[in-house]
Each structure stands twice: as structure tokens, then as C-alpha cells.
């Protein structure tokens, strides 16, 4: 018997699920609560995530999930733990030289973080490739990273054995 499409459509659910979140990062890895990675409302498409304290020490935890362990490249652990806090819309540079040079030294990299590549709070934005497009989408909205404060995140470096510890701190 053929099914038509009221048929159909009256066992199909249009509400969406908005708990933890499961398999949905690129790397098909947890990214919500069940795994700990609780990114702190940003990567709910929340209209008014906030920026406060609390929010970056769920971040920053989250992104400690993703280092936790031992790692024989810091440089690829770095960027899997960048994947998963872009889903926010926020990220950071990477530089691997420096991030090479911090772990054959034992020192620690830090880099500014960002909202979709714009500086955070009242940071000095310095690259010019996006001051044309910022010019023409004037929509009387303020834009989300000026509502944020200006944010760094270190991460702190160490040989384990054959490999790397990494551990993150996110600082205003």
C-alpha cells in the first residue's frame, strides 16, 4: 500500500531537538554535554549567547575535554580543540612555529580569540580584508564580538613520556 504525503507527515516530528548534542562536530566526536564539552550556549544559535565569565570557564572546560590526554602533536591537538570552539563563532589563530617553539621550550602559546575573525571588545581589528564587507552590511544590529570582552587563551604545554599534555585557560 502506497503511503501519502499527509500519511507520512503525520508521524514526522517538526520540533527540534535543542539538549546535548551528539556526533555533531566535523571529526564525529561528542560536542555536548554528554561529553563534557558543554560550549556554554554559544553553538546553540542562541540570538544572545552573553560573554560572561561563566560562559568562558564552560568553554574553556569544554575545550580541555578536547585535550585531555597525551598527544604527540600539540599542533593537531590545538586545532581539533579550534574546530570544536568554532562551532561558537569564536576561534583564534594558529601559528605553528610558535606553537612548536612553546612545546620544545616548555612555554606556553597564547592567542587572542575572535568572533567569526572580528577581534573581541574594543580590540584593535588589524586585518583589513573584511573592512569593505563590514562597511556594506550596516544593518543597525550591533555586532556580537563588541558586545564581548576582549579574551586571550594560553595553552599550557608539556612532554609527557613520548608526547604532549595540553591544558587551556581562557583569560579576559
Known amino acids: 500500500m502506497m503511503k501519502d504525503f499527509k500519511d507520512i ?3 514526522v516530528s517538526e520540533e527540534y531537538y535543542s539538549g546535548p548534542t551528539t556526533y555533531a562536530g566535523s571529526d564525529k566526536t561528542n560536542v555536548g554535554d554528554v561529553s563534557g564539552s558543554d ?3 554559544y553553538a546553540d544559535g542562541s540570538e544572545n549567547p552573553g560573554a560572561d565569565q561563566g560562559r ?3 568553554l574553556e572546560a569544554g575545550i580541555n575535554a578536547e585535550l585531555a590526554g597525551v598527544h604527540v602533536d600539540p599542533v593537531t591537538v590545538i586545532t581539533k580543540a579550534r574546530t570544536k570552539l568554532n562551532m561558537t563563532g569564536l576561534s583564534f589563530d594558529i601559528n605553528v612555529g610558535e606553537i612548536r617553539s612553546a612545546a620544545s621550550t616548555g612555554e ?3 592567542a587572542d580569540l575572535n568572533f567569526g575573525g572580528h ?3 574594543n580590540a584593535k581589528d588589524l586585518d583589513p ?3 569593505f ?3 556594506e552590511i550596516d544593518s543597525g544590529v550591533t555586532p556580537v564580538e563588541t558586545t ?3 579574551a586571550k587563551i594560553t595553552f599550557y604545554i608539556s612532554l609527557k613520556g613520548t608526547g604532549y599534555s595540553l591544558t587551556a585557560k581562557i583569560t579576559e
Open 9 to 11: 507527515l503525520s508521524f
Open 39 to 41: 560550549l556554554g550556549g
Open 56 to 58: 568562558f570557564s564552560q
Open 108 to 110: 606556553e602559546y597564547t
Open 119 to 121: 577581534p573581541l571588545g
Open 129 to 131: 580584508s573584511d573592512d
Open 133 to 135: 564587507a563590514r562597511s
Open 148 to 150: 564581548m570582552p576582549e
